[in-house]
């Protein structure tokens, strides 16, 4: 049930992620933010998506290496 958890955690933060970049994207050069077929056709979401994985595959990282160098240390 954890992993399910963090699963599903992981993927309402990448299109979290996506949707606030394409926001924030399409604001700042006046193109019109809306629900249809071509948000998904988007770079600017796409870039979101990429962003929101580096941000998850750099927690996993430093989560790894923190609790490595702690179990060292006891």
Not at 38 to 61: H, K, T
Request: charged fraction near 10%; glycine fraction near 4%.
């Amino acid at each position: 049930m954890h992993l399910l958890l963090h699963a599903g955690m992981m993927i309402v933060l990448i299109i979290a992620c996506a949707l606030v970049t394409l926001r924030f994207f399409s604001w700042q050069i006046g193109f019109p933010f809306v629900w249809s077929k071509n948000m998904w056709r988007s770079r600017y979401f796409w870039l979101g998506i990429a962003v929101a994985l580096v941000f998850l595959w750099s927690d996993y990282r430093f989560e790894r290496y923190f609790s490595l160098a702690a179990k060292n240390i006891l």
